[in-house]
């Protein structure tokens, strides 16, 4: 069983990144990416622009946000996840608007937490009898 714990460990890690980019080809058949990063859009931006080898400029094709978790985005959590499809080359000048949609995360409520005053027992021995009061 062991053997089994670092395997997953890795695994799980693995997946921890924050940001990820894709490729895939249009319709028109230019190639189109996706930027997927979690906290701060400012990292999809400079990733977007790294990407993009021909002087890091490129045009944003449509953007959005939501709720998701620390590691990944499956359900809604207190991270905001940022994902942003654009076209390597010259800009158009629009900046995407990254229009929040899903459900927002909504926070379990806070425990109760009771405040007992402590008991009093008060016990009076009469003989072999014993007489005992809590308050």
Request: hydrophobic share 30%; charged share 15%; aromatic share 8%.
């Amino acid at each position: 069983m062991k053997p089994i714990a670092p395997l997953f460990c890795l695994l799980f890690l693995a997946g921890c990144s924050t940001t990820s980019i894709k490729e895939f080809r249009g319709p028109d058949g230019n190639v189109i990416k996706t930027v997927k990063c979690s906290s701060d859009r400012a990292k999809c931006f400079a990733q977007a622009s790294q990407s993009c080898t021909d002087g890091g400029s490129y045009r944003a094709l449509s953007s959005e946000s939501h709720a998701g978790g620390l590691v990944a985005d499956i359900l809604p959590g207190p991270v905001t996840w940022y994902s942003m499809t654009y076209a390597c080359g010259p800009s158009d000048g629009k900046m995407p608007d990254f229009k929040f949609g899903g459900p927002q995360y909504t926070p379990p409520p806070a425990p109760v937490i009771v405040k007992q005053s402590p008991t009093t027992t008060n016990c009076n021995a009469i003989g072999n009898s014993v007489t005992c009061n809590s308050y």
